[in-house]
C-alpha cells in the first residue's frame, strides 16, 4: 500500500525545538566574540607604545585652537601640547599628527589646504608646524602692538602681581627684546614704581621671579606702613578736633 500523504511529510519542528536551537547558535557565537576580546586585549603591546600615545595625549584634555589672531591664546596652546607631548613621551614622529586633530575651525581648514604640502616637507616636525601657524595665526601688525605694548608696560597705579603677570605674557612676543635672564629682570626692575625700583636696583636679583618676589614683599611693606601713617594721621586729625 502506497503511504498516505500525511505519513510522507517529514515531521515539522514545534516551537520550543526552534527556539533552543536558535539559543544555542546564539551561545556560540557570543563565545566566539568573547575570545576574540580576550585575545585582542591580551595582545602585547607594540615595541615603541604608539598605539597608546594618543589615548594619552587625550586623556589631558589638550585645547583646541581654533586660529584666533590671539598670541596669548596660541602661545598656550603650544605650551599645553609642549608639556603633554613631554609627559606622555610622545615620538617626534607622531606630533604634527596629534596636534593637527585637535585643530578648529580656521585652524583647522588652514591645515585641509596646507597639511599636505607640509607633510610633504622633508624634516617636517613639530617646531616647523609651530613656526607655520605663527606666520599665519600671528600676523605682523599684532607683533608689533604686542611689542609696543611690552616695550611701554609700567606698574603704574596697580599691585606688582597685576603688573608682572602682563609681563610674563608680553614678553614672549619681544624675546628680541629680553633675550636672557638679565635683560627680563632689568625691563621688569625699569618698570616698577619707584620706591621699589630703587630698592631692587641695590638688591640686584640673580632671576626674574626673585626680582618679582622681593618687589612683592616691599609692596607689602609699603602698604604697611601707608596704612600706619594713616591711622596716625586719622588720630592727630581726631584728637586736634577735640582740643
Known amino acids: 500500500m502506497a503511504p498516505t500523504r500525511s505519513q510522507s511529510r517529514t515531521p515539522e519542528p514545534s516551537a520550543h525545538d526552534s527556539l533552543t536551537q536558535n539559543l544555542q547558535q546564539l551561545t556560540q557565537v557570543t563565545q566566539k566574540l568573547s575570545n576574540a576580546i580576550l585575545h585582542n586585549n591580551n595582545r602585547p603591546p607594540p615595541p615603541n607604545g604608539n598605539s597608546d600615545v594618543a589615548r594619552q595625549v587625550s586623556s589631558h584634555r589638550p585645547p583646541i585652537f581654533a586660529g584666533e589672531e590671539d598670541p596669548t591664546t596660541f602661545e598656550e596652546w603650544i605650551r599645553a601640547f609642549d608639556k603633554i607631548f613631554e609627559v606622555v613621551e610622545c615620538p617626534e614622529g607622531r606630533r604634527v599628527e596629534l596636534a593637527s586633530f585637535y585643530f578648529g575651525h580656521e585652524a583647522d581648514l588652514w591645515w585641509v589646504h596646507e597639511g599636505p604640502a607640509c607633510r610633504q616637507e622633508p624634516g617636517?616636525?613639530?617646531?616647523?608646524?609651530?613656526?607655520?601657524?605663527?606666520?599665519?595665526?600671528?600676523?605682523?601688525?599684532?607683533?608689533?602692538?604686542?611689542?609696543?605694548?611690552?616695550?611701554?608696560?609700567?606698574?603704574?597705579?596697580?599691585?606688582?602681581?597685576?603688573?608682572?603677570?602682563?609681563?610674563?605674557?608680553?614678553?614672549?612676543?619681544?624675546?628680541?627684546?629680553v633675550p636672557t635672564e638679565a635683560t627680563k629682570i632689568q625691563k621688569f626692575?625699569?618698570?616698577?614704581?619707584?620706591?621699589?625700583?630703587?630698592?631692587?636696583?641695590?638688591?640686584?636679583?640673580?632671576?626674574?621671579?626673585?626680582?618679582?618676589?622681593?618687589?612683592?614683599?616691599?609692596?607689602?611693606?609699603?602698604?604697611?606702613?601707608?596704612?600706619?601713617?594713616?591711622?596716625?594721621?586719622?588720630?592727630?586729625?581726631?584728637?586736634?578736633?577735640?582740643?
Open 124 to 177: 617636517f616636525n613639530w617646531e616647523s608646524l609651530t613656526a607655520r601657524l605663527r606666520g599665519r595665526f600671528y600676523p605682523a601688525h599684532v607683533r608689533a602692538a604686542m611689542y609696543e605694548e611690552f616695550l611701554h608696560l609700567k606698574q603704574g597705579m596697580t599691585m606688582v602681581m597685576e603688573y608682572h603677570k602682563p609681563f610674563l605674557e608680553l614678553a614672549r612676543f619681544a624675546s628680541e627684546l
Open 189 to 243: 626692575v625699569a618698570g616698577l614704581n619707584f620706591e621699589t625700583r630703587k630698592a631692587l636696583t641695590v638688591s640686584r636679583p640673580r632671576t626674574l621671579n626673585g626680582a618679582y618676589t622681593s618687589a612683592a614683599d616691599l609692596y607689602r611693606i609699603q602698604l604697611l606702613q601707608r596704612g600706619v601713617q594713616e591711622q596716625i594721621r586719622k588720630r592727630n586729625n581726631g584728637s586736634a578736633e577735640q582740643r
